[in-house]
């Protein structure tokens, strides 16, 4: 078992704190005032790690923390070793195994897929399209039937089914393809800017056996993902401080796959990290290398917008 010299432990749960403490902190702030935001919140409400949670350090499972005592940990599963604190391979809870080999199957299958880009950030559209039952408080920058010409004039190429189902019925047939849960690791693909977010909701679902780095760095690439999201939707949201991409037109069109492919070459790192983290918490405990997809559901909570 590595073990890390407390100075370098010390170090890295104090930078990691620093860097996502102003927005766990915000975020509790907001909920004890009863502020929503339209475009932050999704990180705390969709994603369901805490505040709290989120700013919890751990280097990974097997990794012992020379010098450290039961109060300098903040996870449950750390034991005591002869030379400080670890999380061990055997704290890992043998029924999410089975969810642990599928989400290997699952990494590795999209990061291997060709990048797509091109939907423009319309599934955000589609979900408003013909319905007055907008999800957000907050006015759309268009009138409704310019809002929804926007999509009648477009080709909606979600990949996503996470996106796909908050389609409106009457979006769902416009789209290229009919998406199931059954069949996400078939159409999920790494410019996909909702299927990057996702990075973080695979990182904390393996916390704390998980570096928290890898955590973080996920956490903030969802965060620009969110930006891009919600910039691009028919919402005004101006007054949040959120200028449109405007990808109604051609220029707000370029501006968006420009920033999606950004994005992507971001997740393309926080993937490969986040592949070899899942691998080693499988081999750690007795997984082999030869892998087999699972036809099991995404993980994660039931709405998303």
């Not at 073990?3 to 990691?16: F, G, I, Q």
Request: aromatic content about 10%.
């Amino acid at each position: 078992m590595h073990v890390l010299p407390e100075s370098e432990w010390r170090r890295r749960r104090a930078e990691h704190a620093e860097r996502l403490r102003p927005w766990a902190e915000e975020r509790v702030r907001r909920a004890e005032r009863g502020v929503k935001h339209p475009v932050w919140d999704f990180l705390f409400e969709y994603y369901s790690l805490r505040p709290g949670h989120l700013l919890r350090w751990s280097p990974g499972a097997a990794v012992g923390l020379e010098g450290a005592t039961a109060k300098d940990v903040d996870w449950s599963q750390f034991a005591v070793t002869p030379r400080g604190m670890a999380i061990p391979t055997e704290a890992f809870p043998a029924h999410r195994r089975a969810y642990l080999e599928w989400a290997v199957a699952y990494l590795d299958t999209v990061a291997a897929r060709e990048p797509q880009f091109g939907c423009f950030g319309l599934h955000e559209w589609a979900m408003v399209y013909r319905t007055a039952d907008v999800r957000h408080r907050v006015p759309l920058r268009l009138s409704a039937a310019g809002t929804d010409q926007v999509i009648e004039s477009s080709q909606l190429r979600c990949t996503h089914y996470d996106a796909f189902r908050f389609f409106t019925p009457p979006a769902m047939p416009l789209n290229r393809t009919l998406l199931t849960r059954p069949d996400s690791i078939d159409h999920d693909q790494p410019g996909c800017v909702h299927a990057n977010m996702d990075l973080y909701k695979f990182a904390y679902k393996l916390a704390p056996f998980i570096s928290a780095e890898v955590l973080a760095e996920a956490f903030l690439l969802a965060l620009q993902a969110r930006e891009l999201d919600m910039r691009a939707s028919p919402y005004d949201l101006r007054s949040h401080g959120f200028e449109p991409i405007r990808i109604e037109t051609r220029d707000g069109r370029e501006e968006y796959a420009r920033r999606q492919r950004e994005i992507a070459e971001l997740a393309t790192q926080v993937r490969t990290r986040l592949r070899a983290e899942y691998r080693r918490v499988w081999e750690l405990t007795g997984g082999t290398v030869e892998r087999q997809q699972h036809d099991e559901p995404l993980p994660g909570p039931e709405a998303r917008s």
